[in-house]
């Protein structure tokens, strides 16, 4: 059984690509989050350090937080990905990347760099993103979404269910169907993998430079009933 770390932002992204992983017998062994130094937030998202922490909790997988600033963001990772290979025996690191291939570039020299395989579970041609969103849709798991970049989606994006009618309507936006290129991102609390529900009260949102940001407060986890 080969092991694995997973790139992790705590959106519908990594969280297909641990759902994949792990039904092709893969053993994620950690989630691997970068956060800029002293903000307590993460590089992907934006997220507390706090509901990503539950995540791994709630799906059983250590979360490693890698701190780093954007100057040395690349060596902070590597080295970080030397250490989990060693402390787990890692075959490879995976990330949720489906099309952009600067992204998968980057992620390639850097597994190379710590001695490990690249893996892209999702990888995808562009025009595969619709059926992809319609595929997590119908998955199980549930994603909100929390970040919307100004000039492609608007406030009331913010907080909807990444469900069918979220697949459709997306459709009548410039938006890349899953986000691919930021345009907006989600937050995942609960799904198959799941063992806890991660639950949250959406609150106030936040005006940044380009995007908005739907803060996510009194979070907590959840017993699920047994089924």
């Known amino acids: 059984m080969k092991k694995a770390a997973l790139s992790w932002s705590g959106g519908k992204d990594g969280c297909m690509a641990l759902d994949l992983m792990v039904k092709k017998g893969v053993k994620v062994e950690c989630l691997l989050t970068t956060v ?13 350090q706090e509901l990503i922490a539950l995540q791994g909790e709630a799906l059983g997988i250590p979360v490693r937080f890698i701190e780093c600033t954007f100057e040395g963001y690349t060596d902070s990772f590597i080295a970080a990905l030397k250490d989990v290979k060693k402390e787990y025996g890692l075959d490879m690191i995976a990330f949720g990347d ?28 562009e025009e595969e993103a619709h059926s992809a969103l319609e595929a997590f849709a119908a998955s199980g798991y549930k994603a909100r979404v929390i970040r919307v970049r100004d000039e492609i989606l608007g406030t ?3 907080g909807r269910e990444v469900d069918d009618s979220f697949a459709r309507d997306i459709r009548n936006t410039d938006s890349c169907p899953m986000g691919e290129a930021g345009e907006y991102h989600t937050f995942v609390c609960d799904g198959p993998l ?7 009260d959406t609150g106030e949102i936040i005006q940044l430079e380009t995007t908005k940001r739907l803060e996510l407060e009194n979070f907590a986890l959840m017993e699920k009933p047994n089924t």
């Open 156 to 158: 009331e994006w913010l």
């Open 98 to 125: 489906l099309y952009l291939n600067g992204h998968r570039e980057w992620g390639e020299k850097t597994a190379d760099a710590a001695g490990l395989e690249a893996s892209y579970p999702l990888w995808m041609k």
């Open 194 to 200: 799941f063992r806890k529900k991660v639950s949250f």
């Open 36 to 48: 800029p130094k002293e903000l307590g937030r993460t590089f992907g998202h934006g997220e507390k």
